[in-house]
């Protein structure tokens, strides 16, 4: 009895060691426990609700009417806008606010079948049922995007001689909306190396 006795005390003392040594942990390592209420983890901050729902802001719509309805279009760009095959148009299409309407804006980047050139860079504005061109690019090869709210418009520059697939230099410039127009904020010039992947270079030798 004495020896279940003891061995019933070591294990008494063992889990209220256990107990005391737990009671430090969770303290970064300084053996001391903090003061005060346990600190419950604070969930993130939810963003501010959308004034306006989503699937509101973001209606899908036909782009290649857009265009080809749209007198303010090219009439070699509209007249060029056909199906690459069954009824693929070249065409991009990005959804975004760039103008601050209730409904987001619509660039559509008009391309070529073959090579996918850009011909033609367009924003609608949404108003009403309706959508109002507000900006165009028609000068090739051009390409907009969206980036953060502002309207990206890049263009390739071609010197004389330089075959399709190796323009010389690009124009970048951002337009941002104010008032009722976009107006042009910022402009890049990147020159292009003709010493990488130029009409000069030297082919590639052969593997054996």
């Known amino acids: 009895m004495r ?5 019933t005390a ?17 303290t ?30 973001m209606k899908a719509v036909d782009a290649v009417a857009l265009v080809k309805d749209d007198p303010t279009v090219s009439p070699r760009v ?12 070249p065409v991009d299409v990005t959804y975004g606010n760039l103008t601050g309407g209730s409904s987001d804006d619509v660039v559509v980047n008009v391309m070529t079948c073959g090579d996918a050139i850009g011909v033609g860079s367009y924003v ?16 090739p090869p051009v390409y907009g995007e969206i ?3 502002d309207l990206v ?19 970048v410039v951002t337009y941002r909306w104010q008032g009722n127009r976009f107006v042009e904020t910022d402009r ?4 292009y190396s003709s010493a990488v992947n130029g009409p000069d270079a030297e082919a590639a030798p052969e593997e054996n």
Not at 10 to 26: E, Q
Not at 124 to 139: I, S, T
Request: net charge negative; with cysteine.
């Open 188 to 191: 890049l010039h990147n020159d």
């Open 124 to 139: 609608y504005r949404p108003d009403g049922k309706k959508y109002q061109n507000v900006f165009k690019a028609e000068e």
């Open 3 to 7: 020896g279940l006795a003891s061995r």
């Open 28 to 57: 970064g390592g300084t053996g001391t426990r903090d003061e005060g209420a346990a600190r419950v983890a604070e969930s993130p901050p939810k963003p501010s609700a959308s004034p306006v729902p989503a699937e509101e802001r």
């Open 78 to 89: 509209r007249a060029d806008l056909e199906p690459c095959f069954k009824d693929t148009y």
């Open 147 to 149: 980036d953060r709210g």
């Open 153 to 171: 418009i890049t263009q390739q520059l071609y010197d004389k001689g330089d075959p399709v697939a190796f323009p010389s230099s690009e124009e």
């Open 10 to 26: 070591a294990v008494t003392a063992a889990f209220a060691l256990c107990g005391a040594a737990l009671s430090a942990c969770g």
